[in-house]
RNA sequence: GGUCCGGUAGCUCAGUUGAAUAGAGCAAUUGCCUUCUAAGCAAUAGGUCAUUGGUUUGAAUCCAAUCCGGAUCACCA
């Protein structure tokens, strides 16, 4: 149990013994004591006071004179301010803390509880490559996953591959056209950009097209009709859908190019799945959901056939399930895959990492689920985040103004590189170890970067601007990490297994009152699901070190005591460090 | 127009279950490397928390209205 919550409970009790005040803890307020006045934690006493009729000073004496005294293993002393009881808690309860977790390298994660979640996130369509607002998606969901699970739960990772659709046929058109039997292998392209290219060059064609038949006098509508290009797409997406074998074949042969690239960008910035969904698989899902519905009265038939959800009681629209011609839309096979998913997994919650564009979309889509009682309905939640945009605005693949993930990834990855042979710090690194620690610091800094921020909040990028390797930032934290692990190095690790000094100094206490909140850092930061917390956290753990690193040697402490209790924070600060940029995915460094 | 999200220092962002003098990073200025890694530390400066009104012992935080920005309201995904 954490520091904060004992005392919440201490102070219920205290209420109860002297007031008969019974009061829920959740309405009990602990906040850190700010560090302009004495204490650890401070017991907010505004709430009781109209209650209890008596005035501050007086409530907090007599609060305080018996929390210290029923609490002698927890309290050393208090004051009173204001409104507010500032408690001390004993040095003897930190260090005992610290002797009993600084080794552990789970601490502050939870044992498996067996609470089942799915996370969806990252997919892709197979018609171009990944881009910045990809990253985010994809350090987002794989991050949320990771927390959830220290927080207790079982996760499934899962993927749902858009290798269908028009977007598809646009590129295999593209490719047919313009190739001249072009592949990944004859040109040295990866994959994923190959056919991304085809697909720009389906746009160039098509804006050609449509310029020529306005030019012949045709409407901009008409125009983009009538485009040759763009009716081939479309006879290619029927030919698809009736199984016309040499599409299927180009389809597969395009679809598979894109993968491998996908399987190269994955695997360097670490995205993983249990499962991969494709939509060529479960488009035709929603086909028994629209007949359930009508049966249930949950949907309603129009003159001409197509089938319609009324969400207006909701504060929604009217929406369209089917078409009129029996093939269903996004929102329906959407219901049909979320059924699935249940039946497979049985996940209490599903998430689905997708950008805020879609909020409206996820909201009908949970509660068409609800009205219809598809079992798992309730534990749909859309984990929402906003766009990564450039100082132009939106990025637009179709218009080429996007900033590709993988040009990313290898631009952080030099700069990592020129800072750290511009330092000088690692000469005697092999090739290997060089190239291994720039991916580190590299996208280290990238994730940082894209997890630091409020998931709802949409970022702006600028691509003039490269992003930093100080302040607060992932090789920041690293740094740190390696500082550590120097000292830990030169002393061969802790020694000695006695707990040490009773006193403790205004930087140690600190450090060691910041390391004992990790648990609840993690608790929030999954209960939000939210990892900015984290980046947060392991930013002023580190900041925090590197102020007490400064000020207090460890190697040459004042005493043998001092430097094994210096020794184990520093340990244990490394384990928290590495533990906390775990969860976010970023790699720390031995050395940097 | 309806709905939803955002507006905090020059820039990027914390803080939004109400609580003590609103915090970081970058950029600016200044100091600190013959002692554990200076990708660091310490300090200075920078604020009408979009605006107005309300609730409260107490409001950046809650409520109302207004202004600004964005998303969405497709037989697209």
Redesign the pocket.
């Known amino acids: 149990m954490s520091i904060a919550e004992q005392i919440r409970k201490a102070s219920k009790k205290t209420l109860q013994e002297l007031y008969s005040l019974t009061i829920d803890e ?1 309405d009990i ?1 602990i ?1 850190e ?2 560090p ?2 004495e ?1 650890d934690y ?1 017991l ?1 006493l ?2 009781f ?2 209650q209890l009729k008596r005035s501050p000073e007086q409530l907090g004496k007599e609060i305080g004179d018996h929390l210290v005294n029923n609490n002698p293993d927890l309290f050393s002393a208090y004051n009173v ?4 009881l ?1 408690l001390t808690v004993k040095n003897n309860y930190w260090i005992e803390f610290l002797q009993k977790n600084y080794v552990d390298p789970n601490f502050g994660k939870k044992k498996n509880t067996g609470n089942r979640v799915m996370v969806e996130y990252s997919s892709p ?1 197979t018609n171009k490559p990944l881009h910045l607002g990809h990253l985010r998606n994809n350090f987002l969901g794989w991050s949320v996953a990771e927390i959830l699970k220290a927080n207790g739960s079982e996760v499934t990772k899962t993927c749902i591959v ?1 290798d269908r ?3 598809i046929c646009k590129s295999m058109i593209a490719w047919q056209l313009f190739a001249n039997g072009e592949t990944p292998g004859s040109t040295g392209k990866k994959g994923d950009h190959f056919v991304g290219d085809y697909y720009v060059k389906f746009n160039d064609e098509y804006k050609k097209q449509i310029d020529e038949l306005i030019g012949s006098g045709k409407t901009k509508d008409v125009a983009e009709k009538e485009a040759p290009i763009m009716k081939a797409a479309q006879q290619m997406l029927f030919d698809w859908e009736a199984g016309k074998p040499d599409i299927i074949a180009l389809w597969k042969k395009m679809n598979n190019w894109v993968y491998d690239g996908f399987d190269i960008t994955y695997k360097r910035i670490g995205s993983d799945f249990q499962k991969i969904y494709y ?1 060529s698989n479960t488009y035709l899902l929603g086909k028994d959901i629209v007949k359930e519905g009508l049966e249930k009265n949950v949907f309603y038939k ?1 003159e ?1 056939g ?1 089938v319609w959800i009324d969400l207006t009681a909701d ?3 009217e ?2 399930v089917m ?3 029996g093939t269903s ?3 329906t096979s959407d219901i049909g895959l979320a059924e699935q998913k249940f039946n497979e997994y049985k996940p209490k919650e599903s998430i689905y990492v997708i950008g ?6 996820l909201k009908v889509l949970k509660l068409i689920a609800e009205k219809l009682d598809i079992p798992g309905a309730e534990g749909i939640y859309h984990l929402s985040y ?2 990564v945009e450039l100082p132009t605005g ?1 990025m637009k693949s179709r218009e080429g103004t996007v900033v590709d993930a993988d040009d990313m990834v290898d631009e952080m990855v030099a700069i ?1 590189g020129r ?2 042979e511009e ?1 000088g ?2 000469k005697d690194f092999t090739e290997t170890e060089l190239k291994e ?1 720039y991916d580190t ?1 590299g996208i280290g800094a990238l994730k940082f970067f894209l997890l ?3 998931p ?5 990028f600028n691509p003039e601007e490269s992003i ?6 992932g ?2 934290v ?3 990490h ?2 550590i ?3 830990l190095r ?1 002393e061969k690790g802790v020694r000695s297994q006695e707990s040490g000094v009773g006193s403790l100094l205004k930087l140690e206490k600190e450090l060691i009152l910041k390391l004992e909140q990790y648990s609840t850092i993690v608790e929030q930061a999954a209960t939000e699901h939210n990892p ?2 984290l980046a ?1 956290y392991a ?1 002023e753990l ?2 925090m070190f ?11 402490a004042e005493s043998e005591e001092k430097k094994q209790l210096r020794l184990k924070l520093s340990e244990m600060t490394a384990n928290v460090i590495a533990s906390t940029m775990g969860l976010l995915g970023i790699k720390v ?4």
């Not at 301010?81 to 507010?84: A, E, L």
């Open positions: 959740k307020q906040n004591t700010k302009e006045f204490g401070t907010v505004f709430s006071i109209k301010i204001k409104g507010f500032n369509n858009n659709g028009i977007h939509e129009k001409d197509s504060g929604l629209d929406k369209l078409r009129n011609d839309v996004y929102i805020d564009e879609q909020n409206y979309h906003g766009m939106r990592a800072h750290t330092l710090k690692v620690l610091l630091r921020v409020d709802k909040k949409r970022m702006i930093d390797f100080h302040g607060f930032t090789p920041f690293q740094y740190t390696a500082r692990k120097s000292i030169k900015s917390v947060i930013f580190a900041k590197n102020a007490f690193y400064t000020e207090h040697s460890v190697m040459n460094p031995e050395r940097m």
